[in-house]
């Protein structure tokens, strides 16, 4: 490779990673993610999604407006061949406090999957389970997850299509029973730009091997749905998740959501407290996204006749 195509790469590079640097931070910012003071368990697979998270996060750490602990957290679920010596050699590497958690849960979903079924449900919920418990027992005040935009749209795609529900991930979640509370920090990043990232800083990926070779798997009929739209749309999976952040109640269909049955006339005007003020919003996500991560406003310039 020549100097002018390293360059070129290193810059390509330094654009892509300022951009998920910038918009890790808004999520943060948006979703109040981060408080002073808190243990964030960054639960680690071994996949591109989860490296990255961590990358980013221990970057955004030194520059953030409060002060957090990171603790990277990994589950040896006991799968076969599983090289348990990865994580721990890169995560030392980085000097950064860890744990690796054992508990066989590849023999519970070997022995209650029926062979030739998706394993996904089970697993992952066997290993929400664990790691909420963990992350109890070690202090950690939120639970990161590594799920990006793409995730979070097939999601909604998939509770739709199968289960009749209007429901996907949100970036913020408390569990049901109340006792973690679950942040994604990578909810506005594409995952392409993800699959960029972890090529360029060559995260040793450790592939799934309980589930990898499911073929047909809904999440991979939808996955490959959403990137034909995105192909021939360019810009349709962005106005989708758009969508889940602009959610008009009053214009669906849930009489637990919205009380339809009280409605009344109301032919008072909109007061000055109802509209919105975005200025405190946008110096709250500066504060989180590094100076050299920051986009350039355009000033604006006022409409003269000539």
Not at 217 to 228: C, D, F, S, Y
């Amino acid at each position: 490779m020549s100097a002018l195509d390293n360059r070129r790469e290193r810059l390509e590079f330094n654009k892509l990673q300022k951009r998920l640097r910038r918009q890790v931070g808004r999520a943060i910012a948006d979703f109040n993610m981060i408080e002073a003071g808190d243990k964030i368990m960054v639960c680690l697979s071994g996949g591109k999604d989860s490296y990255a998270m961590l990358d980013i996060l221990l970057n955004l750490q030194k520059t953030a407006p409060v002060a957090f602990e990171l603790v990277a957290v990994n589950m040896d679920q006991k799968q076969p061949g599983f090289p348990e010596h990865i994580l721990p050699e890169y995560l030392r590497s980085l000097g950064v406090p860890h744990h690796i958690v054992e508990k066989d849960t590849y023999s519970v979903v070997r022995e209650v999957v029926p062979e030739g079924k998706t394993t996904c449900s089970l697993c992952s919920r066997l290993r929400r389970g664990t790691l909420y418990g963990f992350a109890e027992k070690i202090g950690a005040t939120k639970v990161a997850l590594g799920h990006h935009k793409d995730d979070i749209v097939e999601t909604l795609f998939l509770n739709l299509f199968y289960g009749g529900r209007l429901k996907a991930m949100p970036p913020k979640l408390r569990a049901d029973d109340g006792r973690n509370i679950v942040i994604r920090p990578l909810a506005y990043c594409r995952e392409a730009d993800i699959a960029r990232f972890a090529g360029y800083r060559a995260f040793p990926i450790i592939p799934c091997n309980l589930c990898g070779s499911q073929e047909n798997l809904q999440r991979q009929a939808i996955k490959q749905m959403v990137r034909e739209w995105d192909g021939k749309y360019p810009g349709r999976c962005e106005n989708i998740f758009a969508a889940l952040t602009r959610v008009s109640p009053s214009q669906l269909a849930d009489r637990e959501l919205y009380d339809f049955k009280s409605l009344a006339l109301d032919r008072s005007t909109l007061s000055a407290a109802g509209r919105r003020d975005h200025s405190d919003h946008r110096c709250r996500v500066n504060s989180w996204v590094p100076e050299d991560a920051r986009e350039v406003v355009p000033q604006h310039i006022e409409a003269r006749n000539l």
